[in-house]
């Protein structure tokens, strides 16, 4: 498979050091390895989701129970999940710290993920989510901290984009 399991763990122990403890997921080709992380770990909490918008509940249930999350899923995971996003995490001031496999982009090898892939970045500026992209290992810890910590400041929702570079190994 040539999913990054490097990277992974090196995404999967920045999760560790901000203090992450519970991740929601609805399993996908680029998350293999971190879901697989988190199901060994005593210390994590794994919850698999039937729709990626559950897990805009969970999050917001684990901020309210005092325990750091993260959301991981796909981008079109991600426009699934825009009702729960506005109607909950937005409105209620909760902060959501999301991780997003973003896919279609140059090296895209499947029709199916270039529209979301193309209008991902589109969505989340008219949300006013503020989000970067990792591209390398280097990038994941220093930005991962900046944003959870800004998530818990500004008690809003920010993304990580989990872009090719990062995530596979050609």
Known sequence: MPV????????????????????SVLPETWLVHLVSLAEEDPEMLLVRLAKEEEGVGISAGAHLAGVKSALLMQNHGLLASINGIVSLAQLYRIPLLMLVSHRGGFG???????EGGGVTEHVLDALRIPYVTLE???????????????????????????????????
């Open 108 to 114: 895209e090898e499947h029709p199916w993920q270039t």
């Open 136 to 170: 390398t290992p280097e990038q994941v810890a220093p930005r991962l901290r900046q944003a959870q910590a800004l998530a818990e400041a500004s008690l809003k929702p920010v993304a990580l984009l989990l872009c090719r570079g990062l995530m596979w190994e050609d």
């Open 4 to 23: 990054s399991a490097t990277h992974s763990q090196v995404i999967y122990d920045a999760l560790k050091a901000c203090g992450i403890r519970l991740l």
